[in-house]
């Protein structure tokens, strides 16, 4: 049964198509899907639709959905069209004519975008608590290996000194960059869309506002209007977060590949966390690594495909926004999976000790002899000139060791700063208004 059948069967090979991958992905909205119908319930009830008799039956029933659903007990049976039609059913199945009711007020264009926005600001906790621990991880490491030489590199050439406490502190930061944008598409689906109907609101007299509060949304998203239109970019705003993330930590990824490699040998990997080669018994593959550098370029293309299947729609709902799902919604898992990893493996990389005498890096440091002439008097492209024309002649001697002190260098990482920075990021997510909200709504009787 489907919640918008009329009577008129439908040609099996349309159903097929048209159906997608919804009953396999609305797994993944199930539990928003019960969470925001008990809240419409208890709305209901107070708009005069429901009797508090009813109310009660409808919102028992959900409840022991929802606990299948945690349990991973819920399935959608063939037929069924998406978790919308089989929750329905299910009410009906269950309560008769009070199952019936359930709908007024609300459509399932409606539904979706609550359940997505729900799913997201989910989602999104959970990165950010990934975050959290691995920035945690990276500032440990940073302060560890403050004082651990590492030619740093522009164009591929070793260009000037550098740390492993500076390499590792600076994805930190990065990371604390990400939470910002993180936080920018968590303010903007924490609008409460639940209401808005097909786009064009309901006649029903129905309250909005105690929808937005027992789901604990920071605002209601007013324009029933807009709140259709945001389907989709809520969704592109959300994937070009998830891609400035991984663009951070694909980068960390492929600097652990490069580094571990034999012309650089500035890291290696325990051996449990490598693969070998079929013929040749010496490799240690990083793997993982390089997966996940992978799976973060992935990630970075999902804004692209979603400004593609969204691009220039007309204002209301189109179908085109069924596909979103098939990329958006796995997206998170993928994300949540590469932070585990590297939290994971980041303790055990082993930190080599790196000869900073070596030849190959004898003109890295041809800088610090230029400052050293600029601080004795000397202008700084005169200082400059003389220092190429020495190279350039095979004049040029190994300068001392550099010494740095201004913030955010080698010699003064300001790892606090970075670290009373994330926090300070962190907070300004106040997830546990929502989280709580959702607690109180699954605990009403």
């Given at each position: 049964?489907?919640?918008?059948?009329?009577?008129?069967?439908?040609?099996?090979?349309?159903?097929d198509?048209?159906?997608?991958?919804?009953?396999?992905?609305?797994?993944?909205?199930?539990?928003?899907?019960?969470?925001?119908s008990?809240?419409?319930?208890?709305?209901?009830?107070?708009?005069?639709f429901?009797?508090?008799a009813e109310?009660?039956?409808?919102?028992?029933?959900?409840?022991?959905?929802?606990?299948?659903?945690?349990?991973?007990?819920?399935?959608?049976?063939?037929?069924?069209?998406?978790?919308?039609?089989?929750?329905?059913?299910?009410?009906?199945?269950?309560?008769?004519?009070?199952?019936?009711?359930?709908?007024s007020?609300?459509?399932?264009?409606?539904?979706?975008?609550?359940?997505?926005?729900?799913?997201?600001?989910?989602?999104?906790?959970?990165?950010?608590?990934?975050?959290?621990?691995?920035?945690?991880?990276l500032?440990?490491?940073?302060?560890?290996?403050?004082?651990?030489?590492?030619?740093?590199?522009?164009?591929?050439?070793?260009?000037?000194?550098?740390?492993?406490?500076?390499?590792?502190?600076?994805?930190?930061?990065?990371?604390?960059?990400?939470?910002?944008?993180?936080l920018?598409?968590?303010?903007?689906?924490?609008?409460n869309?639940?209401?808005s109907?097909?786009?064009?609101?309901?006649?029903?007299?129905?309250?909005?506002?105690?929808?937005?509060?027992?789901?604990?949304?920071?605002?209601?998203?007013?324009?029933?209007?807009?709140?259709?239109?945001?389907?989709?970019?809520?969704?592109?705003?959300?994937?070009?977060?998830?891609?400035?993330?991984?663009?951070?930590?694909?980068?960390?990824?492929?600097?652990?590949?490069?580094?571990?490699?034999?012309?650089?040998?500035?890291?290696?990997?325990?051996?449990?966390?490598?693969?070998?080669?079929?013929?040749?018994?010496?490799?240690?593959?990083?793997?993982?690594?390089?997966?996940?550098?992978?799976?973060?370029?992935?990630?970075?293309?999902?804004?692209?495909?979603?400004s593609?299947i969204?691009?220039?729609?007309?204002?209301?709902?189109?179908?085109?926004?069924?596909?979103?799902?098939?990329?958006?919604?796995?997206?998170?898992?993928?994300?949540?999976?590469?932070?585990?990893?590297?939290?994971?493996?980041?303790?055990?990389?082993?930190?080599?000790?790196?000869?900073?005498?070596?030849?190959?890096?004898?003109?890295?440091?041809?800088?610090?002899?230029?400052?050293?002439?600029?601080?004795?008097?000397?202008?700084?492209?005169?200082?400059?000139?003389k220092?190429?024309?020495?190279?350039?002649?095979?004049?040029?001697?190994?300068?001392?060791?550099?010494?740095?002190?201004?913030?955010?260098?080698?010699?003064?990482?300001?790892?606090?700063?970075?670290?009373?920075?994330?926090?300070?990021?962190?907070?300004?997510?106040e997830?546990?208004?929502?989280?709580?909200?959702?607690?109180?709504?699954?605990?009403?009787?």
């Amino acid at each position: 049964m489907k919640i918008w059948d009329k009577g008129t069967p439908l040609d099996k090979i349309i159903e097929d198509f048209t159906s997608g991958k919804d009953r396999e992905l609305d797994h993944m909205l199930a539990e928003y899907d019960v969470i925001a119908s008990i809240a419409h319930t208890v709305m209901l009830e107070s708009a005069g639709f429901l009797s508090n008799a009813e109310s009660k039956a409808i919102i028992k029933e959900l409840k022991k959905i929802h606990k299948e659903i945690l349990k991973k007990d819920f399935t959608i049976p063939e037929g069924v069209e998406d978790i919308h039609s089989e929750l329905e059913n299910r009410l009906i199945a269950m309560l008769g004519e009070q199952g019936k009711k359930i709908h007024s007020g609300r459509s399932r264009n409606d539904q979706v975008l609550t359940d997505i926005q729900l799913f997201i600001r989910d989602r999104i906790s959970e990165i950010v608590t990934q975050i959290e621990i691995l920035t945690g991880e990276l500032l440990q490491l940073s302060e560890r290996y403050r004082d651990y030489f590492l030619p740093g590199y522009t164009h591929f050439q070793a260009a000037m000194p550098s740390s492993f406490g500076l390499w590792f502190g600076s994805f930190a930061e990065s990371l604390a960059d990400d939470l910002l944008v993180i936080l920018a598409a968590y303010r903007i689906t924490n609008q409460n869309p639940l209401g808005s109907g097909a786009g064009f609101g309901t006649s029903f007299p129905i309250n909005r506002n105690q929808t937005t509060q027992l789901l604990g949304f920071d605002s209601l998203r007013y324009n029933s209007m807009h709140a259709m239109n945001s389907r989709g970019k809520n969704e592109l705003v959300t994937a070009q977060a998830l891609a400035s993330l991984a663009t951070t930590i694909g980068r960390y990824a492929g600097d652990i590949c490069m580094y571990a490699g034999g012309n650089f040998d500035f890291i290696s990997l325990p051996e449990k966390f490598t693969t070998g080669s079929s013929i040749m018994p010496h490799k240690k593959n990083p793997d993982v690594f390089e997966l996940i550098r992978a799976t973060c370029s992935m990630l970075q293309a999902l804004p692209n495909e979603i400004s593609m299947i969204t691009n220039n729609l007309p204002s209301g709902y189109h179908r085109d926004y069924q596909i979103l799902k098939e990329h958006f919604l796995p997206a998170f898992d993928k994300v949540i999976k590469c932070l585990q990893v590297m939290i994971y493996m980041m303790p055990e990389i082993i930190i080599k000790k790196i000869d900073r005498t070596d030849e190959k890096y004898k003109y890295i440091f041809s800088v610090e002899y230029v400052n050293k002439l600029v601080m004795d008097g000397i202008p700084f492209r005169d200082a400059y000139r003389k220092v190429a024309d020495e190279i350039k002649k095979g004049q040029y001697t190994l300068a001392d060791h550099p010494n740095y002190s201004h913030e955010g260098s080698i010699g003064n990482l300001c790892n606090d700063r970075i670290s009373e920075k994330i926090r300070y990021r962190i907070q300004m997510f106040e997830f546990e208004k929502a989280q709580q909200a959702i607690r109180n709504l699954l605990e009403m009787s």
